[in-house]
């Protein structure tokens, strides 16, 4: 029974994440005006990206010719601002072979009159220019056609009480240069009171609403809302927002919120090797990524523009959407009524359980103990298996390493999958039979390999030495308390990470802290219902939570791998972690088909990683 429910949990899980992952089907010419179509869209993209169009470039020249005559066309009047280019644009113009004098960064405005003039207005953005290699027809070319088509439908739709400030950016490859120009110099500069920016890295994937203006609680709110009638609704989570504002990266977005406006960016990062990249042509675009991120701009847009107020900065929020169905948010200090209810549940859960199976405390020490031998693996497994898919172990420090891991980001994306896989089995089951030297001969060659491929590392050299001693603690023989202990140690371990995570960064303490929660209550409910497991019902609320829960964090580890993964390959560790904390009840208790599914999951990994470098 268990195994058909440890199972039957797992794939469902995965099952509902890359349900969720997917794009919205692009909505026909025909869909009516009012609508966000990319077929329509497409049809700027394929103007825009025929071929490259840097700035200085006789193509650019005639892309901004093109979208001077589609925003006439719209009724925008448009006008041109021109800028100087800073010195670090002119240096890298030169740097890839190009003259720089005489150029100029050169925006292009447009105007859709609101009712109320003086109101202030809203700005959607995207920059026309791309880097001299690529036709950028998704960076940035999706971007400016998804706002021709967004004013489009807002003027189908009647117009607005507000100013719609259409900006279409030059330079943003370079430094950013036009948006600089705009927010610095522009006589509309100060009209504005929310910006809506689009962007991408790829040629697919969700996109993804990643960066807000601070304290941001009254924004999340109007996007919640407008997005509700977006094709394939939202997504977005605070976390993204919280680890983006500390990477050096910036886009035209950054510029308006150092001038602390209101507002989002949204942009789509799969099918990575797209990015700035020769392949990045209107063929090859995802036109369910143009959908998704047109219809959650045209919706947004809508929403300010008919807004009795703009968003005010007041704090930011805790929020991320479920499914890409509606958006859960709350203030940062709920956070701590959620771990108090996550420990009282747990609580309950653990005196259930003593009564039934004599629960002792150093069973759920051991539980949690496992569950910090699994983080400290997945840093060093993690790392072994980027430098056996990569050229480097270091952090990526030059452009061609860069672009040569986003093309083998997808495949190192499984790999690394597999890698957390082959521990999650082991933890549950597979490290006790394993015995103490066969967890601890693949941590030591997972260092080993890591080290000799990617260089010294001293975070990967502690995580090592925390896994080694875990790993070589002496195993204890399956007690009957040995599911819950190790149910609950894990339970508590995410709990007190939440806690850490909440007092120094509430808004990303979310990703532990629902989870959490909700496994601690599943855990009381289980307690209730037949604490001894030995029924179909009592395992259904472990099945449901990690069928659910599971497929979420799933999707929130796709999006912390796509960001981060090819640094950090271990950050995915906690899902991990949380994934084995809602599977932990279910797992068989007996027979050593786990430890022979985690090394197979494990050399799949060694396997694909290898694989990887075969990606051009």
Do not use: C
């Not at 997005?227 to 990477?247: D, K």
């Not at 195993?475 to 009957?480: E, F, S």
């Not at 190790?486 to 995410?494: D, E, H, M, R």
């Not at 791998?561 to 560790?573: E, I, N, Q, T």
């Amino acid at each position: 029974m268990r195994w058909v429910l440890f199972l039957a949990s797992l794939v469902a899980a995965l099952g509902l994440a890359v349900l969720t992952a997917q794009t919205p089907k692009p909505l026909p010419a025909s869909t009516p005006a009012v609508q966000f179509s990319a077929a329509r869209a497409m049809m700027d993209v394929n103007r825009i990206a025929r071929a490259p169009h840097p700035v200085g470039s006789a193509e650019h020249r005639q892309v901004q010719t093109y979208l001077g005559q589609r925003l006439t066309a719209l009724g925008l009047q448009p006008s041109l601002q021109t800028g100087s280019l800073s010195p670090a644009a002119v240096a890298r113009i030169e740097r890839e072979g190009g003259n720089a004098g005489g150029v100029q960064a050169v925006n292009i405005v447009g105007v859709l009159p609101g009712r109320d003039p003086g109101l202030p207005a809203v700005a959607l953005m995207a920059h026309y220019d791309s880097v001299p290699n690529s036709p950028g027809a998704a960076d940035d070319a999706t971007g400016v056609a998804a706002i021709l088509e967004a004013v489009r439908a807002i003027k189908a739709r009647g117009g607005a009480e507000r100013t719609l400030v259409v900006l279409f950016t030059d330079a943003e490859e370079l430094n950013l240069d036009g948006a600089r120009a705009f927010f610095s110099e522009h006589p509309l500069r100060d009209d504005i009171g929310a910006v809506i920016n689009l962007e991408a890295r790829g040629g697919g994937g969700r996109a993804m609403m990643f960066e807000t203006g601070p304290d941001n609680a009254q924004t999340i709110a109007r996007y919640a809302q407008a997005t509700q009638r977006a094709t394939s609704g939202p997504s977005s989570n605070a976390l993204a927002i919280f680890v983006y504002r500390l990477m050096p990266n910036g886009t035209d977005f950054t510029v308006a919120a150092d001038r602390r406006l209101a507002g989002i960016n949204l942009a789509f990062i799969g099918r990575p090797a797209q990015y700035h990249s020769p392949s990045s042509t209107p063929q090859s675009l995802d036109q369910g990524s143009v959908q998704h991120i047109g219809s959650q701009a045209l919706e947004m847009a809508d929403d300010l523009l008919g807004a009795p107020t703009l968003p005010q900065a007041t704090q930011n929020a805790v929020y991320a959407d479920v499914f890409g169905l509606f958006v859960v948010q709350h203030s940062p200090a709920i956070g701590w009524v959620l771990l108090t209810v996550g420990v009282l549940a747990t609580a309950f859960a653990a005196w259930g359980a003593r009564h039934a199976t004599g629960l002792r405390a150093t069973s759920v020490v051991r539980g949690a103990a496992d569950g910090l031998w699994l983080l400290a693996s997945a840093v060093v497994v993690g790392q072994a298996v980027r430098v056996l898919a990569g050229p480097i172990g270091r952090r990526v420090d030059s452009a061609d390493l860069y672009y040569t891991l986003l093309r083998r980001l997808p495949v190192l994306e499984i790999a690394v999958a597999l890698a957390m896989l082959a521990l999650v089995l082991m933890l549950t089951a597979g490290r006790r039979l394993m015995g103490r030297w066969g967890a601890a001969g693949v941590i030591l060659a997972a260092f080993a390999i890591a080290a000799a491929l990617g260089g010294f590392s001293l975070p990967v050299l502690g995580a090592t030495v925390i896994a080694l001693a875990l790993s070589l603690a002496r195993p204890k023989p399956q007690d009957a308390d040995a599911v819950w202990g190790g149910w609950l140690g894990l339970i508590i371990l995410v709990l007190i990470l939440g806690g850490g995570v909440q007092a120094v960064a509430p808004e990303a303490a979310f990703l532990l802290l629902w989870p959490g929660l909700i496994a601690a209550l599943a855990a009381a409910l289980t307690a209730v219902i037949g604490a001894r497991l030995g029924s179909w019902a009592s395992f259904a609320p472990a099945v449901v939570t990690t069928s659910l829960v599971g497929g979420w964090l799933l999707v929130q580890g796709h999006g912390v791998f796509l960001g981060v993964g090819m640094d950090m390959p271990g950050a995915v560790g906690p899902i991990a972690l949380m994934i084995a904390m809602l599977v932990r009840p279910l797992a068989p208790r007996s027979g050593r088909a786990l430890p022979i599914f985690a090394a197979a999951s494990l050399t799949l990994a060694v396997a694909v990683a290898v694989g990887a470098r075969l990606v051009a």
